[in-house]
């Protein structure tokens, strides 16, 4: 499982031109579910992402996690897009639907997060607060 996080000031997620979620200061999580991942690493990701230390103290450093801050998770298969061979991805380690979504809604409850639409054409806007953009791996 990876999870690309974006330390955001603002997020917020279309479909078909309508909004379907959006949060103010938090992180922005694009989640790829590769084939054969289960639920405890869906468990792992989701608690090293709750304690991820990414946002400032009172001293300027990064050494807070979360807190009350908002969660959007959208899921992106698109994450095990593999580029190694000529110019267009092979999409042959991201999970089907059927295998992913499961563990999608499972991080995004864990995390308490707001969602995406799964499987959706989504419109994804955002401002990265720093730019503060780490890839987390299970």
Same mark, same amino acid.
């Given at each position: 499982?990876?999870?690309?996080?974006?330390?955001?000031?603002?997020? $917020?997620?279309?479909?078909?031109?309508?909004?379907?979620?959006?949060?103010?200061?938090?992180?922005?999580? #694009?989640? *790829?579910?590769?084939?054969?991942?289960?639920?405890?690493?869906?468990?792992?990701?989701? $608690?090293? #992402?709750?304690? #991820?230390?990414?946002?400032?103290?009172?001293?300027?450093?990064?050494?807070?996690?979360?807190?009350?801050?908002?969660?959007?998770?959208? $899921?992106?298969?698109? #994450?095990?897009?593999?580029?190694?061979? *000529?110019?267009?991805?092979?999409?042959?380690?991201?999970? *089907? *639907?059927?295998?992913?979504?499961?563990?999608?809604?499972?991080?995004?409850?864990?995390?308490?997060?707001?969602?995406?639409?799964?499987?959706?054409?989504?419109?994804?806007?955002?401002?990265?607060?720093?730019?503060?953009?780490?890839?987390?791996?299970?």
């Amino acid at each position: 499982m990876r999870a690309l996080v974006q330390r955001v000031t603002r997020a $917020s997620v279309e479909v078909e031109g309508e909004l379907v979620s959006e949060i103010g200061p938090g992180m922005l999580v #694009l989640l *790829g579910v590769r084939k054969g991942d289960s639920e405890a690493q869906a468990e792992k990701v989701a $608690s090293k #992402l709750l304690k #991820l230390r990414i946002f400032e103290d009172d001293e300027g450093r990064m050494n807070e996690p979360l807190g009350d801050r908002e969660i959007l998770c959208i $899921s992106q298969f698109t #994450l095990y897009g593999d580029t190694r061979k *000529g110019n267009r991805p092979s999409w042959i380690e991201a999970a *089907g *639907g059927e295998e992913a979504e499961p563990l999608y809604d499972m991080v995004c409850e864990r995390l308490g997060a707001k969602k995406g639409v799964f499987g959706a054409d989504m419109k994804v806007d955002l401002v990265n607060d720093g730019p503060v953009t780490l890839l987390v791996e299970t």
